[in-house]
């Protein structure tokens, strides 16, 4: 299914226009401007499953940052953001039916935040338990007598201490820890746990954290979702498992101009290819031992 058809960007004379116009200040930056037109990125033709590839500091993640505000998609993690970037945003032109709801940024990022809050969240379960530990053994010694109803709670605290063990009581008290995973555990849900059917899904390096088997494991799922479920992905991301990804259409943002790809023509992936090449014997000579 395809929702959004295409997305232009403005080239590099329309951004010297604008700066142009710009009230004389000094700026450090004024990003997003100048960063995709380095390359002359200046329109995306989309499929079931796009792919923004380029090495660091090549765009993709501020061309999908751009697409996702232009579309109207919010993501949970903040984004870099200047003064500039509703301006530059606002000189895009896309070609989009109807956005499905539930559409949406999936970024690594987030996976990031979830995790920290968790591991917030049962520190401080931790830093209490000590606290219900001496309130049990002290409801467990008194002796309430029910005089008025403000004697209720703690008649029903003592009563409740009385009839549990020690870690019962504690963890009625505090509700058990949230379960933690790994981090590629963890990411890999968080993708996965994410994307439904009918909707469009904008993919910010979904690999980060992910062992090989785990990336490849995405990247099949991601394919089963654009072909069976009604999905479309616009993916940023430079690693050869969802590079892979049957019938995905790769932009090359390390090309000047960008320039579609198959992903084994990609100066990355060749580099990955050359290496374990050189290596070839060592693993011969090992799965022969």
């Known amino acids: 299914m395809i929702y959004l058809r295409s997305f232009t960007f403005p080239d590099g004379d329309r951004e010297f226009d604008y700066c142009m116009g710009v009230k004389r200040k ?73 956005i499905p709801p539930g559409s949406r940024v999936l970024a690594s990022d987030d996976v990031f935040d979830r995790m920290i809050a968790v591991r917030e969240l049962n520190g401080g379960i931790d830093s209490r338990r000590e606290d219900v530990f001496e309130a049990y053994m002290e409801a467990k010694r008194s002796h309430v007598q029910l005089r008025s109803m403000e004697d209720y709670a703690s008649l029903r605290r003592q009563n409740q201490a009385r009839r549990q063990t020690q870690s019962r009581f504690v963890r009625e008290e505090l509700g058990m820890n949230v379960r933690t995973f790994s981090n590629g555990e963890n990411a890999f849900k968080a993708f996965t746990g994410e994307i439904g059917e009918d909707a469009l899904y904008l993919l910010d390096e979904p690999e980060n954290s992910l062992s090989p088997r785990r990336a490849q494991e995405l990247a099949q799922f991601i394919e089963d979702s654009a072909r069976f479920m009604g999905c479309q992905f616009v993916i940023a991301t430079h690693s050869p498992f969802v590079l892979a990804i049957r019938g995905a259409k790769v932009y090359d943002l390390d090309s000047d101009p960008v320039t579609v790809r198959r992903w084994t023509e990609l100066e990355s992936v060749r580099e990955t290819y050359a290496f374990f090449e050189r290596h070839r014997a060592a693993f011969e000579r090992e799965s022969g031992e």
Not at 74 to 86: A, G, I, K
Request: charged fraction near 20%.
């Open 26 to 98: 000094c700026y450090s930056s004024y990003y997003p401007f100048r960063v995709l037109s380095q390359h002359r990125l200046e329109r995306i033709d989309f499929e079931p499953v796009t792919i923004l590839c380029g090495s660091n500091g090549s765009g993709k993640s501020t061309a999908l940052q751009v697409i996702a505000r232009k579309a109207g998609l919010q993501r949970e993690s903040p984004y870099n953001r200047t003064s500039f970037f509703d301006d530059y945003v606002s000189l895009c032109r896309m070609d989009a039916g109807a």
